[in-house]
């Protein structure tokens, strides 16, 4: 293939982002690594924003869709019996469910994150009756209307085109800082017959912000929202898309939380390999749908059912995956306290293997991980002012190469600031 990158400007939609931030060409990647056609060798923290939590091409999961494709396995199904999609469902059950002591049907939405958002606040609305949804502020839930109506940022909101209507946004954990209190601020705006606030149908929560910038939710904040929502009769969905499969340290990022969500929207690494697969976990009760009442031609990708089940049978048939991914978090934490150490006013966000450090500014962030790209390091900002450098290394990172990233964004910070500091002089 030509080097020349011209046809990306030429051909491809303004709308292209991550390009912008890594300006070459990728064309093999391997675990945490990937590879450019210059030859050049990048470390991956962001996996596909955190789409690869079990890092690229993972040979059981690459040896088994190799293996279904050749014997002419089913390509695509629409919502047909398969054996994939059993193995896959048996798998989820048995490992994942069961164990938990989840109670949970899975309903097959289209291909990304933000179509389980999409079935779970139209189910919401068709249990209870309402339309309000209760969404948090820095929340993001997806791009389409109605889970862009739940979205917080207002550069991804300006690009609706249209009113985003049905939701009212509250204040999550802290947001306001750590005097203000969210929770009883939110209790009495539901509790006023005069604040505005419609009787919601549902309020929707990440446990830990994935572009919010990594704001994570404490466990009593959490007990507190599933408390108000069942006060009101309303739905608890919390969206596991990006802060679920493991990147908080459990499968789910709210397992010690004792809380048991309505639904819970599921996508990014669902599937194990990258490929497109979301779904809705929804409680028995509530899975008041008729046949095709909500559906989609690509809902469930019998692809992604091979490679699914592969990740959860090798990942999470016992403990000791989540018990490395204990020890990692501590590396990580450890590796950003040093970044954090080097910048005044530096602070560390999120939990688990999400986790960053908030430097005060996107401009310094973004120089930040600038320099970390051309030093062989991919990784990217979050925040409502991208001020947050944020880690979503796989899992499966090796802790070398965890160190290995981490000193290269220790340099590239370091640099950033004497540059930042003999410019100012």
Known sequence: MPKDLSIYTRRESEARSYCRSFPTSFNRAKGSEMWDTDGNRYIDFLAGCSSLN????????????????????????????????????AAFEDIILKPRNMEYKVMMTGPTGTNAVEAAMKLARKITGRRNIVAFTNGFHGM????????????KRAGAGAPLCGTTHMPFEDAFGADVDSLSLIEQMLGN??????????????????????????????????????EHGAMLIVDDIQAGCGRTGTFFSFEEMGIEPDMIPLAKSFSGMGLPFAALLLKPEHDIWKPAEHNGTFRGNTHAFVTARVAIEKFWKDDAFQKELAEKSVQLTSGLQAVADEIEGASLKGRGLMQGVDVGGGELAGDICARCFEKGLIIETSGAHDEVVKVLAPLTTSSALLREGLGILLEATREVMSKNKMAAE
């Open 144 to 155: 389409t209307m109605g889970a862009l109506s739940c979205t917080g940022n207002a550069g």
């Open 193 to 230: 017959p005069s604040s505005g606030v419609d009787a919601p149908a549902a309020f929707i929560i990440e446990p830990v912000q994935g572009e919010g910038g990594l704001n994570a939710a404490s466990k009593e904040f959490m007990q507190g929202v599933a408390r108000l929502a069942k």
């Open 54 to 89: 079990y890092g690229h091409n993972d040979p059981d999961m690459q040896a088994a869709l190799i293996e279904h494709i050749q014997a002419d396995g089913i390509t695509h199904g629409l919502d047909m019996h398969t054996e994939t999609k059993q193995a896959f469902l």
